[in-house]
Every structure is written in C-alpha cells, then in structure tokens.
C-alpha cells in the first residue's frame, strides 16, 4: 500500500485530497494544527485504518515514523482575511515548513508535490496567466506575505530538485470552490453565500468588475492526482478558465438561493486586489490531458447544498 503525507489535511483542499487517496487505496496520514484547519472536514476519516491523524506544526521539525512514498504539501492560510490576520505564519509556513517537507521528502526518497498558487503572478500584465508568466507582485503591500511565501516556496522547491535530485511537481492553483470551505474564511463564495441566505447585502468589493474563474474542488483534485502521478516537475496551472466578473458572480448565487431580502452593498476595493485572473490550462491539458468537467452552474448547486446546512438563516 503506497503511503501518503498530506500536510493541511483539515482544510478545504486537503480534505478532499484525503479522500481522494483514501478511495484510492492509499494510506494517508493527514498533517494540521488547525489554524485555519477544521477536524471536522476529515472525522469521518478516523474509524479507516488506511486514516491517521497527525497534530502538528509543518514549520516545526516534522517526523514521520515509516516509509512514505508521497508527500502533498497544502498547509497555509490562504484566503486574503486569514493571511492578513496571520502574516507571520503565513510566511513561515510557505519558507519554513516548506523547507521542513522538502528535507523530510529526501530523507524518505519520497516524491512531493507543493501547492502554489496563481498568486504568484499578483496583478497580472498578461491575460490569460500561463506558466512563463513571471508575475506583477507587490512584495510589500498586504498580500505580499502570501503571494512571495509561494514564489520562495516555488524557488526552494527547485533548488530541491536541482541539487538534490528530489522529484518534485508544483500545482498553480486558481480560486476553487466547493463543499468544506470556512464560512467566514471572508473569501467570496462563502461570503455571498452566507449573505444571500441570510438575507443580508452581498458585500461586493469596488465596482465588481474584477474578475475570477472558479474551478470546483473536484475537478482540481483531479488535476492534482494526474500531476503527482506524471513525469512533470515544473509548475502547471490547473483551474476553469470559465471567467466571469464578480458582480455577476453575486447575481448568479443570489439567484440560486432566491432569497428576496439579499440585495448588493459596495464595500471598498482592498489594496492590491488583482483586476483579472483567467489561468491558460493548455500546459495542464497537453501533458495531463486534464480539463475541468463541473460547469459553474453544477458546482455553484453542489455548494450551496453544503452552505444551507452550516449557514443557519437570520
Ligand atoms: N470580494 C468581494 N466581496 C467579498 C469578498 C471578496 O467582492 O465579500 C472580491 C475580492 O475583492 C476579489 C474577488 O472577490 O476581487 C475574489 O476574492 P477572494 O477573497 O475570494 O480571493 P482572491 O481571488 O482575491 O484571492
């Protein structure tokens, strides 16, 4: 039985990346401290003996008894709120602990894959991003700690697999959603609908002509799964090239929660916030022959039947 690392197991991508290898018969140990993490994205997982739950701190040295074939490494804050609150960690957690994995992964000649993030590329000067794109960062402003957290994580990363022969594969993530994301992560999705069901004002940023293209979890998953197991070791976007612009965004989930006392409110547009994210996924479809499957439609349904059960209703 291969066995598998997964670091921010508890949060909304690693706890369906458990699932994922569990169903397919991995033995997974799942890695949080819960920061940002909730265990109960991953209880359902502790009565499988193939499951084990480690507590832990991946900028702490990391131990882990036994063979490990595969390390995934997704712990971070990741939505805007969170790494503004927790700069520090956040920063150490992509340096640190991505330092701490890459050691662990050569020690156990095990082959590990980062998540990174189409942050890298900040405000983009180059629509749609594809992977040569170098990135317009502001390595001070509020998302910096975050944004240059992941391109150090992407050096190191390298470095790894230059001098030390690790394998090693980079994903590019785009904004994704689905079941399991933190309500008051403050991240879009969650916050409309939140806003929607509980008949609040959907507080859109600026204009709301800002753009997105959301991929659902499982389809990211997937691409995930198809870029650990290939022989690829520089970073691949994977995300739904599917853009739209955030106020339709609000208008399409007010829509489908139908909730008449929802309406739009302005709030100002926070600093730094790119203008427009599109990932290019011709990289992801030529060597993974990976394209997403879940229409915004579909995925925004499968959401909402998650948010109607943990958001309760003013
Ligand atoms: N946004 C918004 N209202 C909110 C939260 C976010 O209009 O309550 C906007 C935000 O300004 C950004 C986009 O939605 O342009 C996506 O924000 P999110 O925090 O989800 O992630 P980002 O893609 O910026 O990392």
Redesign the pocket.
């Known amino acids: 039985m291969k066995r598998i690392l997964i670091t921010g197991a508890a949060g909304f991508i690693g706890s369906h990346l458990c699932d994922r290898f569990i169903r397919e018969g991995y033995h997974v140990i799942g890695m949080d401290n819960l920061l940002t993490g909730n265990i109960k994205n991953i209880e359902h997982l502790f009565p499988l003996a193939n499951f084990e739950y480690y507590h832990h701190d991946v900028t702490k040295f990391v131990h882990v008894p036994g063979r490990l074939d595969y390390i995934l490494h997704f712990a971070s804050p990741?939505?805007?709120?969170d790494y503004l609150k927790m700069p520090i960690q956040t920063l150490k957690v992509g340096s640190l602990g991505t330092h701490n994995l890459l050691g662990l992964a050569k020690s156990k000649e095990a082959r590990i894959l980062i998540a990174s993030?189409?942050?890298v590329y900040g405000d983009p000067l180059v629509h749609p991003q594809k992977e040569d794109y170098w990135g317009n960062v502001n390595p001070i402003g509020p998302?910096g700690v975050y944004d240059e957290a992941k391109r150090f994580q992407e050096a190191i990363t390298m470095a790894y697999h230059t001098y030390h022969g690790l394998e090693t594969r980079i994903v590019r993530i785009?904004?994704t959603y689905g079941p399991r994301m933190r309500v008051e992560?403050?991240?879009?999705?969650?916050?409309?609908f939140s806003?929607a069901i509980r008949g609040e004002g959907?507080?859109?940023?600026?204009e709301?002509n800002?753009?997105?293209s959301f991929c659902y979890v499982d389809d990211l998953v997937e691409g995930i799964y198809r870029l650990l197991l290939s022989d690829y070791h520089l970073p691949v976007n994977i995300g739904n090239p599917s853009e739209i612009t955030?106020m339709q965004?609000?208008h399409e989930i007010m829509q489908l929660v139908n909730n008449p006392q929802a309406h739009i409110i302005y709030?100002p547009?926070?600093v730094d916030?790119?203008?427009q994210?599109q990932p290019d996924i011709t990289l992801a479809r030529k060597i993974l022959n990976w394209e997403p499957t879940v229409s915004r439609e579909e995925g925004l349904k499968r959401t909402y039947e998650y948010f109607r059960q943990v958001v309760t209703p003013a």
């Open positions: 990741a939505s805007p709120i993030t189409s942050e998302r785009f904004n992560d403050g991240r879009v999705l969650p916050a409309f806003q959907l507080t859109v940023f600026g709301g800002q753009t997105r955030i965004f609000a709030n547009l926070p916030d790119p203008k994210r």
